[in-house]
């Protein structure tokens, strides 16, 4: 074992956590495998500035509370998977047309992983090589559209996502982005007035599928919507993509021409992207667009990572582990209401909640908020809400996601104990004495309920 603080000699202070206090001895590390603890070591020798980081990470992972709806606790065995002799391969290409020699593992690695998503979500064309769900999302528009041609999606400042058009990403740079919105009373997608829209605008690409949408979309409305006008139907599933291979929300096919996501949210896979589709054309297209249009050399031990996991979301539990974040997720956002907190929406259907502060206290803001549970050891991001008077960093919302607490396997009954603990926090004013006090059970419950290892 370590021999604890005295022989730190990392100056790095990781945010909040003093590196020096941290020891490897069996008493105070966070429980985690014998390979992480074996991989701490060895990188202590040659390494001890990132040696001490990672452990300040893992503690601060183990002995908070995530409520980020886009976080997951992976398993040890895809964190593992994920730092492999698979890092150290050129593999540009596809298996079996390879830009390289040495790619045998590779393609196999490549294969179980495309096999493996095309299973779990139900449809016959995969691409597990894009590094993340905005890369997924450039190749897509890349292989469906042309620079200039119209979209029409849903902005980020009422839950969608960055790359779907906001004006200095690639999306809003080179299309033509047109908006459609959420209904501004009932906060959800009004699906008439999207088609009206569709109308007017002649978008040659519909987008659905946001990053801070409670409810249930309504794929088969939006293909219906597409066909009318003759435009594509792009699904970017990024935030309920583990509900959707759970069984817990609906699935994008066989509605969706073309389907992005990320692995590293509800999927619980390591951070990556990944593209679908039904359609051998469109498959094609998007190949090349993600290699060579898009990407060089892809992550190969991610994409080995991202087998592993979605082996692991095929497994039977996976199911009640989808179905568990939806009912936890539920019973927080209860728990909240009763706390005097307003949810947009009136509620959740999925994994995510977005809390409008200002019932609870008219000058409570999202950055307060976010900080001051922060210091509480209860980390969540501030979030517009729709037709939010405040500016993006400031936000009168709060975003919550139940994923990562169900990972550790808390429930219903924790959901109650944690909307307590937000609420004594957020109604403190941040004062740091109850910061404190919450910080200990927060220690307490995360004790309780450990993470994957
Ligand atoms: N930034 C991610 C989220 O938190 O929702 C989406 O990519």
Redesign the pocket.
Known sequence: MWTGANDMTATIHAHRFDVRSLTMTTKNHPPMDTLSLDLLRLIKQSDPDVAALLQAEAARQAETLELI??ENHVSASVMHAAGTWMTNKYAEGYPGKRYYGGCEHHDTAEDLARNRAKKLFGCDYANVQPHC?ANANIAAFMAMCDPGDRILSLPIKSGG?LSHGLKPNFSGTFYEIHDYDVDPDSERLDYDVIAARAHEVKPKMIICGY?AYPRTIDFARFRAIADEVGAILMADI??IAGLVAGGAHPSPFPHAHIVTT?THKTLRGPRGGLILSNDEEIAKKIDRKVFPGSQGGPLMHVITAKAVAFREALEPSFRDYAANVVTNAKALAASLVEHGYRLCTGGTDNHLLLVDLRPRDADLTGADAEQWLETAGIVTNKNGIPNDPRKPMVTSGLRLGTAALTTRGMGTSEMKVVAGLLDRVMGSQGDAAVAETVRGEVRDLCGAFPLPH
Do not use: E, M, N
């Open positions: 709806a886009s769900g996502h990053s990024a935030h990320t």
